[in-house]
């Protein structure tokens, strides 16, 4: 299968499935002299991990990555690192499959999932946790990201799970710094959300059920100008980007849909003159991008993640045969995906502003 490859500068092509030997990532066009350690790629990649709390899938992964190739310690004993210029290639071994948790599907197909298409196209699928097209890939997603975080000096992405299933946060108790924090497992910047949102995700759990969620992912410190106002337009590629995350099936930039349902006064991000004589925005609806253009303000998407599909009420469906069958998905599966989606959101909105960026300083000369 070809398509394995996003981005146009900074390019990124991932390879491996779920319950192959590995998975990995390599970053083709990263530019030389960019520092970081491995702890950096690591600290991003814990954040996704599986396994760290019962609201997530329990598969067993320590998710610990191996940099192959386009890096040369700063010092012989140090820990930093340096880019060449040349591809970098990082890898991450699975070690907890458990193949046989899906026999039972090897010949059904799952509802709401890819197995049914996949097989149409290709003429085949790997059924062991969906293979190739398995959330599992999302890890050296996140691998990549951390990189792309080096790329655009002063950029700082940051994202947050703003609701799960009927459950919304109150947006006044919004608090940044308690999102990563150890009693919080939803990546939620509401503190009073945590408790709520366990409850009611615990008894879609004991259903063997699952909900879904809906992603903001936030980025400051964006130069003005990153983008085209035809066919590169940096709202189009985020959304393009965010939207290739397994499960998600809605992306909004800005104000995205309520846009629709409010007048021309009020929609408008006025200006007025900064002390300094360039232009202050009074508002930001437009998320950061006017015209396929970065204006500066911070660049705010949202992303609608679908509840997963892997549930253990039996849904109805098919086999290969055509036969009429109920299928219950075995294994271990998050009952809510959109939980760590939140990392990979970030990661996928690090590497479209990188890419963007490298566009930016080619075509213009400028940074």
């Known amino acids: 299968m070809s398509h394995n490859t996003f981005g146009h500068l900074f390019r990124v092509t991932t390879w491996g499935e779920s319950h192959g030997a590995a998975i990995g990532c390599v970053v083709d066009g990263c530019p030389p002299g960019i520092r970081f350690t491995r702890a950096d790629i690591q600290a991003e990649l814990d954040r996704r991990r599986p396994g760290q709390s019962r609201f997530v899938t329990q598969r067993r992964e320590p998710d610990q990555v191996k940099i192959l190739s386009g890096v040369l310690p700063e010092e012989e004993d140090g820990d930093m690192l340096v880019t060449t210029g040349t591809p970098i290639s990082m890898l991450i071994e699975n070690v907890d499959q458990r193949s046989k948790d899906y026999g039972d599907i090897a010949q059904r197909y799952r509802p709401g999932h890819a197995d049914y298409t996949y097989e149409m196209k290709y003429g085949l699928r790997d059924y062991r946790g969906g293979g190739r097209s398995s959330a599992r890939e999302t890890a050296v997603r996140v691998a990549a990201g951390a990189l792309a975080r080096k790329v655009v000096p002063g950029l700082k992405i940051r994202g947050a799970l703003v609701s799960m299933g009927e459950k919304v946060i109150d ?3 919004w608090d940044w710094d ?14 009073k959300s945590v408790a709520v949102f366990a409850d009611y995700l615990d008894r879609i759990r004991k259903r063997g059920s699952s909900v879904g969620a809906v992603i903001e992912v936030v980025a ?9 106002p035809v ?3 940096l709202d189009q590629d985020i959304c393009a980007n965010l939207m290739s995350i397994n499960a998600v099936k809605g ?22 003159a900064g002390p300094d004589g360039k232009p202050v925005f009074l508002s930001n609806k437009a998320g950061g991008v ?13 992303f609608a993640v679908k509840p997963t599909s892997s549930i253990l009420t039996p849904r109805k ?3 290969k045969t055509g036969a009429e069958v109920d299928v219950t998905t075995k294994g271990r599966h998050d009952p809510c995906v959109g939980i760590r989606a939140v990392p990979i959101g970030e990661a996928m909105l690090a590497c479209t502003i990188a890419d963007h960026y490298l566009r930016h300083r080619g075509q213009t000369g400028r940074i």
């Open 171 to 173: 947006r006044a108790n």
């Open 178 to 191: 308690f999102i990563d924090h150890p009693d919080n497992p939803f990546f939620t910047p509401d503190p």
């Open 220 to 228: 400051e410190g964006v130069p003005i100008g990153l983008g085209a």
């Open 231 to 233: 066919y590169a337009k």
């Open 251 to 272: 992306v909004e930039i800005g104000n995205g849909f309520e846009a629709g349902r409010i007048t021309g006064e009020e929609n408008a991000d006025e200006m007025r």
């Open 290 to 302: 006017l015209g396929g253009i970065s204006t500066g303000e911070p660049v705010v998407a949202r």
């Open 317 to 319: 469906s098919v086999d």
